[in-house]
């Protein structure tokens, strides 16, 4: 069931080819010409003539005058012609009004619905390593590599899927969490078109690059290593899925990741980890480093907070800043390596720009409809 529920996530993802066909169906580009299409079943030959050859077996003299009448006489809402739309300009319709709230911008993450005195605030600040770094980091790849044939399966299923992990946690499947789902997709979208840009900017070599004993076990994709990408989409779904848990109701005050996942007892924890998992098991299949990891942890938890701060009626979001670590410093990934970067001194909280009252009805409709979808509440 899980697994189902998983596979409906992977339309915002791509094919194992390095998932570069992921850059392109960010803003679905490629497929937008079939918004107009129904279920694509309909494209079957066999369906397509026994479908012709019915209507001329059953179909009277028409005249061409209507016989039919509108159900409802009051105009549907926003959300009502976003239900019945299938699934390409469903998605279609979202990422339009999604995407161009944020936008990468060199080395950093804007968010456009942040107040600001002129300049924009960055959402999220990075500062990229230098080269002798990410050498260091070939040290910890040798142990990493220890793992890969406890972790073969999950690396393999996570090239295509990461959804399902967290389902598993959270009981979610296509039957009864379809708007919960469709957030998630959404958000991984989202991700995409962030996440290659900055990869594109900061062109940070993969370990194979540097070292022919990393031997990868999987296809090493063509962008840059850094930030990951993995790790990216699986911090946005943890934190995403934990305000859906966290925020049944609206609140003015900021929804924060490391306060609903600092202890072991916090379901936030158990999604955090399956993020870090995800994000650990591509510097183990030999395609990232596990600063990697870290950076894309902090643009993913960036984003999310932002999304749920900002359709839950949150006054304010954070906003953080990565710097690179000192020359001598070696950092993974771990919990308290990311605690610290989410509770330092170079946090800020900023305002949105907009009251929730006048913040996008569409997109707090879906995520209300995701909400109600919740079996359980943290």
């Keep these: 069931m899980a697994h189902l529920a998983g596979r409906a996530g992977r339309a915002g993802r791509a094919g194992r080819a390095g998932r570069a066909g992921r850059a392109g169906r960010a803003g ?16 079957d030959i066999g369906m397509a003539d026994a479908l012709l050859s019915t209507r001329e077996g059953v179909l009277p003299y028409w005249d061409g005058s209507s016989d039919l009448m509108p159900s409802a006489t009051a105009a549907p809402s926003e959300f009502q012609k976003l239900k019945a739309l299938s699934s390409i300009p469903k998605e279609v319709v979202i990422d339009d009004r999604l995407f161009y709230r944020f936008r990468p911008n060199a080395n950093q993450v804007l968010c456009t619905e942040l107040v600001n005195s002129g300049a924009p605030i960055p959402l999220l600040s990075m500062t990229v390593p230098d080269d002798a770094f990410f050498e260091r ?5 040798r142990s990493y590599a220890d793992l890969r ?3 073969m399966g999950e690396i393999d299923v996570q090239l295509d899927d990461i959804t399902s992990f967290f389902s598993s946690a959270l009981q979610l499947d296509a039957s009864r969490s379809d708007w919960i789902l469709e957030t998630l997709r959404a958000v991984v979208r989202l991700c995409g078109y962030i996440e290659f840009p900055l990869k594109f900017h900061f062109n940070v070599r993969r370990p194979s690059q540097l070292s022919s004993r990393v031997m990868p076990i999987i296809e090493t994709p063509t962008h840059g290593s850094w930030p990951s990408g993995h790790a990216t989409e699986s911090f946005a779904i943890a934190t995403v899925l934990a305000g859906l848990l966290y925020r049944q109701t609206d609140d003015a005050t900021p929804f924060s990741m490391h306060a609903v996942s600092d202890t072991e007892t916090k ?11 995800i994000a650990d098991n591509r510097a183990v299949a030999g395609v990232h480093y596990p600063h990697d990891g870290m950076a894309g942890a902090m643009v993913g938890i960036s984003l999310g907070e932002a999304l749920v701060n900002y359709l839950s009626g949150a006054s304010a979001t954070y906003t953080y800043q990565l710097d690179a670590p000192a020359a001598t410093d070696n950092p993974e990934l771990t919990q308290g390596a990311l605690a610290a970067l989410l509770t330092a001194g170079t946090r800020q909280k900023v305002d949105f720009t907009d009251a929730p009252a006048a913040r996008d009805t569409l997109l707090k409709a879906v995520w209300d409809a995701a909400k109600g979808e919740m079996t359980t509440k943290a």
């Design 267 to 277: 379901t936030g924890n158990l999604l955090l980890r399956i993020a870090m998992r």
């Design 28 to 43: 679905r580009a490629g497929r937008a010409g079939r918004a107009g299409r129904g279920d694509e079943s309909i494209d």
């Design 149 to 151: 044939s406890d972790r």
């Design 137 to 141: 980091q070939l040290m910890h790849m």
